[in-house]
């Protein structure tokens, strides 16, 4: 498998949940919560996971919304995707964010969010004066249509 890491050190608080994958070929694993919480109607928190990392250099892990949570209940990660560095190694907490019309209640042990090992390709900046132009040169933010 291309880009399979078999391993990462991973430390958790009592009682929280090891991340794990619904199924084989996901491609992102679920991360628990280790608290309880109510969120109310138009408030984000972070919410605590329990959960430290050994990210691996050359890596970062994306915190992503679960499109269940998403869809039904209006719940998302606020600053989807969340992006922990390599050399962070305090624990994982999800800023969620509840825009739907009910209060959202949150069990120690919930599936949160999820998560995605990524390489990170860095690159440098090289100063220039103009850039070359293309079809779509400046045109962002619905130029394409509606």
């Known amino acids: 498998m291309i880009g399979r890491i078999k391993r990462v050190n991973l430390k958790l608080d009592d009682g929280a949940k090891m991340p794990e994958y619904a199924h084989k070929d996901d491609a992102c694993c679920d991360i628990f919560s280790n608290e309880d919480y109510i969120l109310k109607v138009n408030e984000y ?59 959202y209640e949150i069990k120690k042990g919930d599936k949160i969010a999820q998560l995605a090992l990524v390489p990170v390709y860095k690159f440098s900046f090289k100063k220039v004066f103009e850039l070359k132009k293309t079809e779509r040169n400046s045109g962002g933010f619905g130029s394409t249509g509606k």
């Open 45 to 103: 928190k972070v919410i605590k996971t329990g959960v430290y990392m050994d990210v691996p250099k050359g890596f970062e892990v994306q915190v992503r919304s679960r499109s269940g949570m998403a869809a039904k209940h209006g719940v998302f990660v606020l600053n989807a995707p969340g992006i922990i560095d390599s050399g962070y190694t305090g624990e994982f907490g999800v800023i969620l964010k509840n825009s739907g019309s009910e209060d």
